[in-house]
Each structure stands twice: as C-alpha cells, then as structure tokens.
C-alpha cells in the first residue's frame, strides 16, 4: 500500500499474487481484492472468493466465496455494500459489510 500524499510505501499484503482488482474505502478503512492466484481459491476457480481487509493494520478481515467464474467487483460506499458480477447465474451478488 501507498500513500500518495506523502509519496511512501505504507505496507504490503503478503500471499496475494493473483489480485486482479483493488477497491478502497477510504473513510473506513478498507480494500477489497479479487484473486485468481492458483496459490489461493481462484475469483475464476470453483468458488471464487474475495476478501476484505483492514488497510491500516494491515490485516485480512473476511472471504466470502462467490461462485464460479465471479469477477468484476464494484464496492458502494454510502451503503457499504460489495457488488460481484457473476455470469454463471447471470446476474451480481450483492455482499453486506459487517458492522
């Protein structure tokens, strides 16, 4: 992670080498990343997963497994919820954050 304001390396988020995607919360703290490592379960594999994270720990807070070939996350701030497009079902999953 970077901050770009002061133009320095914050932290790394080690055993992620397939994240494809990135999505940033500011104002509470979080990432979202998608991966298609084979090192973890594949946003492309059987289930897909993503996770989320404390950006100023760093440290992983949840997985939650979406489905098969799942890709493409959006993350809606003002009702914190994380959107997946799932083309198997053809339509999205729409994942809460915990309080």
Avoid: K, N
């Avoid at 059987?46 to 997985?63: I, K, M, N, R, W």
């Avoid at 003002?78 to 198997?88: A, K, M, N, T």
């Amino acid at each position: 992670m970077l901050d770009c304001e002061q133009q320095t390396f914050l932290h790394s988020l080690s055993d992620l080498p397939g994240v494809v995607g990135v999505l940033v919360d500011e104002e509470h703290h979080l990432l979202f990343t998608s991966d298609r490592a084979a090192a973890r379960v594949s946003v492309f594999g059987e289930p897909g997963v993503v996770c989320s994270f404390d950006s100023e720990q760093p440290a992983l807070l949840e997985t939650v497994e979406t489905e098969r070939g799942a890709h493409t996350t959006g993350w809606d701030p003002i009702d914190q919820c994380l959107h997946v497009f799932c083309p198997g079902s053809g339509g999205a999953a729409v994942y809460e954050e915990r309080a």
